[in-house]
């Protein structure tokens, strides 16, 4: 048992082996090979086929033999005789053995060679095992006698494997014509993947155009089309983070800028003038400014490198609750009231969601509402619910933005200049907001205050307690 498992191993192993160096093959080699393979294996059914066919043939030709023959005796009355077998002697398609024998003869007791037949009732065909070997025999009995014309069976076969081979010639003489041709013709349709292997090695690394490679194969287009599509989504990308940061050395600079200068008026100021005050005042302005933008910073890149989180049930009243209570210092500078509106007591407020993720919205909103709201202005916090979501409306009492700045203020580092001077901002906040939101998968909308002078954000939260929200947990794990 154990020297069969051994072999067993070894020829998994060697079949490994090959199935490597198969893999390693160029595809034209693989291809040539493959055709080798299948043309091999089509020479061995076309010749069993032939084999077959040619030994139907031979019996019907050589059977139609042997009743002429029994027939030409028969009509002739030749006398009767016994056959003779010469074991030395090759025997082909053309020998037969005859025997002619008395029908009393074969009714007696007498033993008799076990190569005779006994007498038969009807003329028939048999395959017997003999002294001689394996026949095929035909006897026709007569009157008064009964003739038997024998052959052997192995002469039939061996003129079979004859005939099929004369078949095969044609096939075996082109085969390899055929398939140095179809190397050739692989080789000449994946010329285009050589083109395209040798744009590749010259090809800088940081050259991301679109590769144009003419008359490639249909099943190659699709992936180099998506490797363009790739290489221009990789361009965009590089695009936004030059961009992002040239714009964030721009805003750190500007602060920079101010606190040199500043500390440079401090050093030549007199401490306890007024001049001095207002410039330190500048500087702590300065300070926070920089200081916030370099938090922002921050939370955008925590945002882009963490990984994907398991979504968990939040509850929408107890985050916007606490992040008012953060606030409510910074609304009362302002004197900006805050008026949280639930239309159903019993609401369901329990989301999917991430609580950092959460936080951030709502903080994010809140303060811009806040920031950009006059002096004894309103925020004014809406919550509804239907069958699968739950809705927050954040109203204030600001400038607003016109429908067309919409997509505009939720790139990076955009600042509308109408609102700019009204508070200190990095541009940042709305590109974080939309970051969580893509993270738990709600939805921002805006639009002019339905109640107030200001803007209205619509924001859309998926129910924890819905169907839809487990399928939307399962798929966010799996991901």
């Known amino acids: 048992m154990k020297p069969m498992q051994n072999n067993l191993l070894g020829l998994r192993k060697y079949v490994q082996q090959l199935q490597q160096r198969y893999e390693h093959l160029a595809l034209s080699s693989r291809m040539s090979l493959s055709v080798c393979i299948f043309s091999i294996l089509l020479f061995f059914m076309i010749g069993m086929s032939a084999y077959q066919i040619s030994l139907e043939e031979s019996e019907e030709v050589l059977d139609r033999q042997?009743?002429?023959?029994?027939?030409?005796?028969?009509?002739?009355?030749?006398?009767?005789?016994?056959?003779?077998?010469?074991?030395?002697?090759?025997?082909?398609?053309?020998?037969?053995?005859?025997?002619?024998v008395p029908k009393q003869e074969l009714l007696s007791k007498k033993a008799h060679p076990n190569y005779l037949m006994a007498y038969a009732s009807e003329a028939h065909f048999q395959k017997i095992h003999s002294s001689r070997g394996e026949l095929k025999v035909y006897v026709l009995p007569l009157p008064d006698k009964q003739i038997q014309i024998s052959q052997f069976i192995k002469v039939r076969r061996h003129l079979a494997k004859q005939l099929a081979f004369t078949m095969l010639i044609p096939y075996v003489l082109f085969m390899p014509f055929a398939i140095y041709g179809f190397y050739r013709l692989i080789r000449h349709h994946l010329k285009p993947l050589d083109q395209l292997k040798q744009t590749f090695a010259v090809r800088d690394y940081s050259d991301l155009s679109e590769i144009r490679i003419a008359h490639l194969p249909a099943e190659i287009t699709p992936a180099i089309d998506e490797l363009n599509?790739?290489?221009?989504?990789?361009?965009?990308?590089?695009?936004?983070?030059?961009?992002?940061?040239?714009?964030?050395?721009?805003?750190?600079?500007?602060?920079?800028?101010?606190?040199?200068?500043?500390t440079s008026l401090l050093t030549k100021t007199q401490k306890d003038s007024k001049a001095y005050a207002e410039n330190l005042q500048d500087l702590e302005q300065s300070l926070k400014r920089m200081s916030h933008l370099v938090e922002q910073l921050m939370s955008l890149a925590h945002q882009e490198v963490q990984g994907k989180e398991q979504l968990q049930a939040v509850d929408l009243v107890d985050s916007t609750r606490r992040c008012v209570g953060q606030l409510l210092a910074s609304a009362h500078r302002k004197q900006v009231d805050i008026q949280l509106n639930i239309q159903d007591e019993h609401v369901d407020s329990v989301v999917a969601a991430l609580p950092a993720a959460l936080e951030t919205i709502l903080l994010n909103l809140l303060d811009n509402a806040i920031k950009y709201?006059?002096?004894?202005?309103?925020?004014?916090?809406?919550?509804?619910?239907?069958?699968?979501?739950?809705?927050?409306?954040?109203?204030?009492?600001?400038?607003?933005?016109?429908?067309?700045?919409?997509?505009?203020?939720?790139?990076?580092?955009?600042?509308?200049?109408?609102?700019?001077?009204?508070?200190?901002?990095?541009?940042?906040?709305?590109?974080?907001?939309?970051?969580?939101?893509?993270?738990?998968?709600?939805?921002?909308?805006?639009?002019?205050?339905?109640?107030?002078?200001?803007?209205?954000?619509?924001?859309?939260?998926?129910?924890?307690?819905?169907?839809?929200s487990e399928a939307l947990h399962e798929s966010h794990v799996l991901e």
């Open 373 to 468: 709201n006059p002096e004894q202005g309103i925020v004014l916090l809406n919550m509804k619910q239907d069958a699968q979501y739950v809705y927050l409306e954040i109203h204030d009492d600001g400038a607003g933005i016109e429908p067309s700045q919409y997509d505009h203020v939720m790139q990076r580092f955009v600042r509308l200049e109408k609102t700019q001077h009204q508070a200190m901002g990095s541009g940042l906040g709305l590109s974080i907001v939309q970051t969580a939101l893509q993270q738990i998968h709600a939805e921002l909308q805006f639009q002019p205050s339905a109640c107030l002078h200001g803007l209205q954000v619509n924001l859309k939260f998926l129910k924890w307690s819905n169907p839809q």
């Open 66 to 100: 042997m009743q002429e023959m029994a027939s030409f005796l028969d009509k002739n009355n030749i006398p009767n005789r016994m056959s003779v077998y010469d074991s030395h002697r090759p025997y082909d398609e053309t020998d037969l053995f005859i025997d002619i």
């Open 229 to 262: 599509h790739l290489f221009q989504r990789i361009q965009q990308a590089q695009q936004q983070q030059k961009m992002f940061i040239a714009n964030a050395a721009h805003e750190l600079r500007t602060p920079l800028t101010a606190i040199r200068l500043q």
